[in-house]
C-alpha cells in the first residue's frame, strides 16, 4: 500500500469527450505529483503540487490538460477534448522524505 | 537536458544473478532510484541511493553507482520468477520531479 488511490482504474471514453480523475492521499502529504506513461515507455512528469499550489505546469502536454488540488488533499486531472493519443497510464505521487516518488495504481485511459 | 538510458531486455535463469545497468547524463543528479513495474500494476520502490555512495545493500539488492561515468546498476541475486517484470532507473536533483528511463525488461527462465 503506497497510501494514494486513484479514481477511476479504468476510463474508456469516445475522442472528443472530456475525462477526469482523481487522486486521494490516504494520509497529509505536501507534494502531489501526476505523471504519464505510455505503452513501452517510462513514466513522464506532468505536473505537481505543494499543497494547493500548483508549482509546475508548463510540462502539462498541451492546454487541454488542466489539474487542481483545492484543498491541498486530493488532486484532479482534467482532460479537455480527449485525442487518441491521450491514451496513457496516468500515475499520481506521492513524496517521501529522499524525494523518491510513491505511486498510486494509476487510472488507465483508453480512447476510441 | 536530462535522460536516463537503459538496455530493454535482459534473460537470466532462476538461481542466477540478473545486472540490469543504466546510464544518466546529469551530473547534478542527488538521488538514483530503481522502480519494479509488473505486469497491470503500478510502480514499486525498490530502493534508492544517494550520489555521494557508491553501493547499497538491501537483502538481495545491490546497488553500485559510479558518478564518473554516470553508470548505475542493480543486481539481483537468486533472481527467481516472481522477479520477472519491468525495472525502471531515475534520477532526481534532491527537489525536481523524477527522471525516468524506458525500462528494462527482465524475463526470468525456470
Known amino acids: 500500500d503506497t497510501g494514494v488511490s486513484q479514481d477511476p482504474r479504468h476510463k474508456i471514453t469516445k475522442r472528443g469527450q472530456n475525462v477526469t480523475f482523481r487522486c486521494d492521499p490516504i494520509s497529509e502529504h505536501n507534494r502531489l505529483y501526476w505523471y504519464r506513461q505510455t505503452l513501452g515507455q517510462g513514466p513522464e512528469f506532468l505536473t505537481y503540487?505543494?499543497?494547493?499550489?500548483?508549482?509546475?505546469k508548463s510540462r502539462l502536454l498541451s492546454d487541454r490538460f488542466s489539474a487542481e488540488r483545492p484543498k491541498g488533499s486530493f488532486s484532479t486531472l482534467e482532460i479537455q477534448r480527449t485525442e487518441q493519443g491521450d491514451s496513457a497510464m496516468y500515475l499520481c505521487?506521492?513524496?517521501?522524505?529522499?524525494?523518491?516518488?510513491?505511486f498510486g495504481p494509476g487510472t488507465r485511459l483508453t480512447v476510441l | 537536458g536530462e535522460d536516463v538510458e537503459q538496455s530493454l531486455f535482459l534473460s537470466v535463469r532462476e538461481g542466477d544473478s540478473s545486472v540490469i545497468n543504466c546510464t544518466y547524463t546529469?551530473?547534478?543528479?542527488?538521488?538514483l532510484y530503481w522502480y519494479k513495474q509488473e505486469p497491470g500494476a503500478g510502480l514499486q520502490l525498490l530502493t534508492y541511493i544517494f550520489s555521494n555512495m557508491d553501493m547499497k545493500q538491501d537483502q538481495r539488492l545491490t546497488v553500485l553507482l559510479n558518478k564518473k561515468d554516470k553508470h548505475l546498476s542493480l543486481r539481483i541475486a537468486d533472481t527467481q520468477t516472481g522477479d520477472s517484470a519491468i525495472y525502471f532507473c531515475?534520477?532526481?536533483?534532491?527537489?525536481?520531479?523524477?527522471?525516468f528511463g524506458k525500462g528494462t525488461r527482465l524475463s526470468v527462465i525456470a
Open positions: 531515475a534520477e532526481s536533483m534532491g527537489n525536481t520531479p523524477l527522471v
Open positions: 546529469d551530473s547534478s543528479s542527488t538521488y
Open positions: 503540487f505543494q499543497n494547493e499550489a500548483q508549482l509546475e
Open positions: 505521487a506521492l513524496r517521501g522524505s529522499y524525494n523518491e516518488q510513491f
